[in-house]
Structures are given as C-alpha cells and as structure tokens.
C-alpha cells in the first residue's frame, strides 16, 4: 500500500497549525446572563420580607375571662368598669349618706392663751378631736401680732344634724376662758373673735343688717363687724373680725 504524507510546508514553516488558546489574550469573557422575555408592562415589584405571625393565645377560663377582664379589654383596669370612676362612686355614696359640707371656723387667740388649748404635748387638742371627730390646726405666729389663727374644720351631715366643727368650736372656746378664769365656766362678757372672707361678712349682716339684728336678738350677744383697717397682721387682707 502506499503511504500518504502530509505536504510540507514552506521551508523553516512547521508543518501543522498550532491550536488557537481561547479566549484570546487580553479579552475578558462576558457573563452569563439568562435570556429575558418582554412580557409587556412594568416589571414585577419585589414585596416585603415575610414575617411570621404571633400564635395565638385564648384567654383563660374562669370568671376572670368575662367582659370585663383585663385579658379581654387588652389592658389592666384601675377600677371596675360596671362601678363608674372612684369619683362617681365616692359621690354615690356620700348621696346614699346625705348631703355632707365643709364648715370651718377660723377662731382668733391671744398667743399666751394658745397653750391651754393644745395641752401638755398636745393632750388636749387631741382629746377635743377624738371627742367631736373635727381637725384642729394651730397656725403658726406672725410677727407683730399678739393674736394665732386656730383652724376648726369638720364636714357636716345634714341627715343626722351633727356639726363636729361647731361642737370643737365651744369646746375651744371654753377652753381659751378657762385658762383665764380659772376652772369655771366662761364669764358673761367673754369676747371671741373670729375671721371670716369679706364676702361671708355681708351675707352675715344681711339686706339692712336684718340677719344680723335676728342673730343678736336670738342669743343675747353683741355682734359687730370690724372694719378692714381693724384687721390684725394674722389675717388675710380679704378678711374681716367678727367680735
């Protein structure tokens, strides 16, 4: 058989192609890049990450699981909702109770007088309130003033005719003139002086100073309002001394 030979090349040529080296030097390859496909439109928006939701949880059975349980209403309750607010059922009660006021006396005493009614640390004062159920407040003293302000203070109930303020009122007064007198009852002429608003002054003495001449009448007693420039240093400069 005859052999084939493969033609030579061109003298000092090599006889065979070398292979190529891809890709070419210096050409970076592009990167893949999957084929898209114009649908028509925007493109679709990405939503939000998905977040898993809270399990569940029922509410506890019991008598706590009602209506009106903290569970059900989401929050702790302060109060009970069936009620009202305290305030309504505080002022349900004082109207089951009866009317009920506020009466305060503002009773005016030599300071060296002050002592007999407060007592050896405090005795007396404390028994005058244990007794009538009102609050006693010695105010302190004001310079250049001989006289301290005793507050009496106490709420009065219409329905059982009580007045405790009244009541500690006598017995401070009793106590003031005892001190004075001795331990005797206070003397006819026994003068008291109290402070009162300016507006209390004129309901006091009335259209032509008829409530006034009534309460005078009734009881006896000298009664007159002091005017302003009479007013000691203790008092409020929209005072008035009743005497």
């Not at 040529?13 to 999957?34: D, N």
């Not at 301290?148 to 500690?168: L, W």
């Not at 240093?233 to 005072?239: E, F, I, K, Y």
Request: a neutral charge; proline letters at 14%; glycine letters at 10%.
């Amino acid at each position: 058989m005859a052999q084939q030979y493969a033609p030579k090349g061109e003298p000092g040529q090599p006889s065979y192609a070398p292979p190529q080296q891809y890709p070419p030097a210096g050409v970076q390859p592009a990167p893949y890049a999957a084929p898209q496909q114009d649908l028509g439109g925007p493109p679709p928006q990405q939503g939000p990450p998905y977040q898993p939701q809270p399990q569940y949880q029922a509410p506890p059975a019991g008598p706590e699981a009602g209506p009106y349980s903290p569970q059900a209403a989401g929050s702790k309750r302060r109060y009970d909702d069936r009620d009202g607010p305290p305030d309504a059922k505080r002022q349900a009660i004082g109207a089951a109770e009866g009317p009920q006021t506020e009466t305060v006396y503002r009773l005016l005493v030599q300071s060296k007088k002050v002592g007999s009614v407060i007592g050896k640390a405090g005795t007396i004062v404390k028994a005058i309130r244990d007794e009538t159920g009102a609050r006693i407040r010695v105010v302190e003293g004001v310079p250049n003033c001989d006289e301290r302000v005793i507050v009496i203070s106490a709420r009065s109930d219409a329905a059982r005719h009580t007045d405790a303020a009244q009541e500690a009122l006598f017995k401070v007064h009793a106590r003031v003139h005892e001190h004075e007198e001795g331990p005797h009852p206070p003397p006819a002429n026994a003068t008291t002086r109290m402070l009162v608003c300016h507006t209390q002054a004129g309901c006091l003495i009335g259209k032509a100073g008829a409530i006034i001449k009534e309460i005078r009448e009734a009881s006896g007693a000298h009664i007159k309002i002091l005017p302003a420039e009479d007013l000691p240093p203790c008092g409020l400069s929209n005072d008035r001394v009743v005497q």
